[in-house]
């Protein structure tokens, strides 16, 4: 499997939810199945195929963050030496230049992204765009909209 990109935030979050699954969600799932079992016949047994499918979700979930974690490259981005370039991790203050209305965004690994919390997906068309970017220059993202053109005015590393 190729790396991860992951900024510091993402890594704890995803270690916080497999903290979560690991040591809350299984026990109860298997708690479940359990008190399934305890009511007899399991072919028709409702509570028992629920708690069943519950359990093949948790494992999925905690095999899938497991394997993210394992191959995470985490990088803080106030460690960061990109001379103002736009890079991942960047935070940037963006304006459309249709529009005239600014934005802010974090460029962030793919499981990180959130666009209502600015956080955005370095697989994402604009970050794309944005990548290598200087303060001033003007990137054209081709969004399903058509063609929008944002300038960036401000490169942060925080």
């Given at each position: 499997?190729?790396?991860?990109?992951?900024?510091?935030?993402?890594?704890?979050?995803?270690?916080?939810?497999?903290?979560?699954?690991?040591?809350?969600?299984?026990?109860?799932?298997?708690?479940?199945?359990?008190?399934?079992?305890?009511?007899g016949d399991l072919s028709e047994n409702a509570e028992y195929d629920a708690a069943?499918?519950?359990q093949g979700f948790v494992e999925g979930r905690i095999k899938d963050v497991e394997g993210k974690l394992s191959n995470a490259q985490i990088i803080d981005?106030?460690?960061l030496d990109a001379d103002g370039r736009c890079v991942f991790g960047a935070t940037l203050d963006l304006e459309d230049q249709d529009t005239g209305t600014q934005v802010s965004y974090q460029i962030v690994?793919?499981?990180?992204?959130?666009?209502?919390?600015?956080?955005?997906?370095?697989?994402?068309?604009?970050?794309?765009?944005?990548?290598?970017?200087?303060?001033?220059?003007?990137?054209?993202?081709?969004?399903?909209?058509?063609?929008?053109?944002?300038?960036v005015l401000d490169v942060r590393y925080e």
């Open positions: 499997m190729s790396k991860v990109p992951l900024t510091v935030n993402g890594a704890e979050k995803l270690r916080a939810e497999l903290h979560q699954l690991k040591t809350v969600e299984r026990p109860s799932v298997i708690a479940a199945i359990a008190e399934a079992r305890s009511h069943k499918e519950r981005p106030k460690l690994g793919e499981d990180e992204a959130d666009i209502k919390a600015g956080k955005i997906s370095v697989n994402s068309p604009i970050a794309r765009a944005l990548i290598g970017k200087f303060a001033g220059d003007i990137a054209q993202v081709q969004a399903p909209g058509g063609l929008r053109q944002y300038e």
